[in-house]
């Protein structure tokens, strides 16, 4: 094995042991005891917005908001201002250094009562590693600060009065150890281009205080990605989630919001030739390649939930759990957070506490959003959905 692919093993090791998912057998290679699947740039499916982390990942159908694109496309139409930036800040492995993190940018804007465009931008910032070539201290190689980041921008369109589509498209940049150190490292940036799909329906339901909504969307669909010169390519996070929310006027000041998505990676399952397969032909495979049938296909698929009470559209709770099979990772914990709307201005912070007896990146650690919110939406006499 080459020192990158070392280097790429460590890595994805590291990373998974960091969100909590034990490690069986190796990471790269067809380890028969390993059921857990690994992919490049797993930064992209971290949720990076308070308001969701706060309730257990759950956003492919809540209500829109700036982070919007992040979950689907297509809901982004939805909101109800014309222009607005959000920016959010999530410690990882807080607990135990303070020099990597997560930041994300995103922002919208209203070209007219259908349509709307945004932009977005997830840094991921690993803190500084000491490269070596051995135990001694003449085996330094150097110091880097290895990065990912992702830039996307997403349209989202509104069909008829109750369903809208979307799509975005993204630019993938990891570069985990930069020109190689010193040349001793067979080593490059990884670079990709995916796209995301999204549709969105939503209408009242029961009462004229109540609103049920059903979001659907495909993520990071794009090119493997590889760190050399070499063959050998790794599969980027694409993601099928699907899920609905539930909204219920409880009084004219207090509502409250039930919501539930499932997750599922399009990536074949570890297995003979899993790495090799081509990305179409991979997307396909992973729902029917998993060695133990249909059942281990359905513990493949991961479950968030939450609910969110709303006080004078002001104050917001909010409590989320999320679950994960145990030999497909292994994830479980709560989830807390709270909102706060001041006129144009809005605060989100969200807390993690794994129920499990595993450690995860983001435990007993603040997540942040801030968002900036402009202008209520005008209404239009001339619509193409009126």
């Known amino acids: 094995m080459s020192k990158l692919a070392a280097f790429i093993v460590v890595f994805s090791v590291a990373f998974a042991v960091a969100i909590g998912q034990p490690v069986q057998g190796t990471v790269i290679g067809q380890d028969s005891t390993n059921r857990i699947i690994t992919t490049a740039v797993p930064f992209l499916g971290i949720t990076p917005d308070a308001r969701a982390a706060g309730m257990g990942d759950a956003g492919v159908a809540t209500s829109a908001d700036a982070n919007s694109a992040f979950w689907n496309a297509a809901k982004l139409v939805r909101i109800d201002q014309s222009y607005g930036v959000a920016g959010s800040y999530t410690p990882w492995l807080g607990k135990i250094i303070n020099d990597m993190s997560i930041f994300y940018l995103s922002g919208f804007y209203r070209i007219r009562k259908e349509e709307v465009v945004a932009a977005s931008m997830k840094y991921f910032d690993l803190g500084e590693i000491q490269f070596n070539n051995g135990p001694l201290p003449e085996n330094q190689l150097g110091r880097y600060n290895p990065r990912e980041f992702a830039f996307d921008v997403t349209y989202s369109r509104e069909l008829t009065q109750y369903f809208s589509i979307g799509g975005a498209v993204r630019y993938i940049h990891s570069n985990l150890t930069g020109s190689g150190i010193g040349g001793s490292i067979d080593a490059r940036p990884a670079n990709s281009v995916a796209v995301d799909m999204g549709v969105y329906y939503t209408k009242p339901f029961l009462s004229r205080n109540a609103n049920l909504a059903l979001g659907a969307a ?51 399952s570890p297995g003979a030739g899993s790495k090799s397969a081509p990305l179409l032909s991979g997307i ?103």
């Open 218 to 268: 495909i993520t990071n669909i794009g090119a493997k990605v590889s760190y050399s010169s070499s063959e050998f390519r790794d599969f980027i996070p694409g993601n099928l989630r699907i899920g609905g929310a539930y909204t219920t006027d409880l009084d004219p000041l207090n509502s409250i919001t039930f919501a539930m998505d499932f997750n599922k990676l399009l990536v074949p």
């Open 284 to 386: 396909f495979r992973s729902f029917t390649d998993a060695r133990g049938g249909f059942t281990e296909e359905i513990r493949e698929v991961t479950m968030s939930s939450g609910i969110e009470y709303w006080y004078n559209k002001t104050f917001a709770a909010r409590l989320g759990y999320f679950l994960e099979a145990r030999d497909k990772g292994n994830r479980k914990y709560l989830t807390a957070g709270a909102g706060l709307r001041v006129e144009r201005f809005g605060l989100d912070v969200a807390y993690l506490v794994p129920t499990n007896r595993l450690e995860n990146a983001l435990a007993e650690t603040l997540r942040f959003t801030l968002l900036i919110n402009f202008r209520e939406r005008e209404k239009e006499n001339n619509s193409v959905t009126d």
